[in-house]
């Protein structure tokens, strides 16, 4: 019974370069969720789904995009990473939108 | 925007005593407000929620308190412990709507200590 899975755990980047962060979950939840959190700042949602083929932008989108192209996955990609980014990063997902929110592990990202 | 505040930002209490953490909303359209509570190095975890047609809700020594005239919700922990000590965020959403404002907004969280 795994949940949600986030990979990688940790990350350094340098500025400029790109990367995906991964979330996948085995719940057949239908809404799926991108957050960062930062000291003293909570949790902000960057992006969402309500489903396959779905997505919108949540509070903190620029400079980040996803797909959903099926149920389970939900990848976040960072397309020219800056040190703004420097976060840790959580997946989540639920069976509709605002029901219990299931969290992955987190990604600790660095940008150097 | 930050539509749900929450206080204080720190809590040390001694072991055995009263954690009181307070949130306000301000979007009279909130229907759903979840309390998560998250330990170093994991994700956030519902704790527990509560729907505004009741004013209280208790799962063991965890206690909701919600005001609706006053805009405001509280998370009570009872006989607090060591094992307590984590970071607990309120959360705010709208429970019948499917646009953006049917997320979770969170409030920016507290960290509470238990001394043994």
């Known amino acids: 019974n795994a949940g949600v899975t986030q990979t990688p755990k940790f990350q350094v980047l340098k500025t400029g370069q790109s990367m995906t962060l991964q979330c996948a979950q085995d719940?057949?939840?239908?809404?799926m969720s991108w957050y960062r959190q930062d000291p003293g700042m909570g949790l902000r949602l960057i992006h969402y789904?309500?489903?396959?083929?779905?997505?919108d932008q949540g509070e903190v989108p620029n400079g980040y995009n996803v797909s959903r192209s099926t149920t389970e996955d939900f990848p976040l990609r960072l397309l020219s990473a800056a040190p703004s980014q420097t976060s840790v990063y959580f997946c989540?997902?639920?069976?509709?939108?605002?029901?219990?929110?299931?969290f992955g592990q987190g990604t600790r990202l660095t940008v150097v | 925007q930050q539509q749900v505040k929450q206080s204080p930002q720190s809590l040390i209490v001694q072991k055995g005593g009263i954690s009181i953490i307070n949130c306000a909303y301000e979007?009279?359209?909130?229907?759903?407000f979840p309390w998560y509570q998250q330990f170093p190095g994991k994700g956030p975890a519902l704790l527990i929620a509560?729907?505004?047609?009741?004013s209280e809700k208790k799962e063991g020594r965890f206690t909701i308190s919600f005001n609706k005239s006053a805009k405001q919700f509280s998370l009570h922990i009872m006989d607090s412990q060591p094992g307590d000590s984590a970071t607990y965020f309120c959360?705010?959403?709208?429970?019948?709507?499917?646009?953006?404002?049917?997320?979770?907004?969170f409030g920016k969280g507290t960290k509470l200590s238990v001394k043994p």
């Open positions: 979007n009279t359209a909130f229907d759903y």
């Open positions: 509560i729907r505004p047609d009741v």
């Open positions: 789904s309500v489903g396959a083929g779905i997505t």
């Open positions: 719940m057949n939840h239908e809404y």
């Open positions: 989540a997902s639920s069976s509709v939108m605002n029901t219990e929110a299931f």
């Open positions: 959360a705010a959403s709208i429970r019948y709507y499917g646009g953006s404002q049917g997320n979770l907004i």
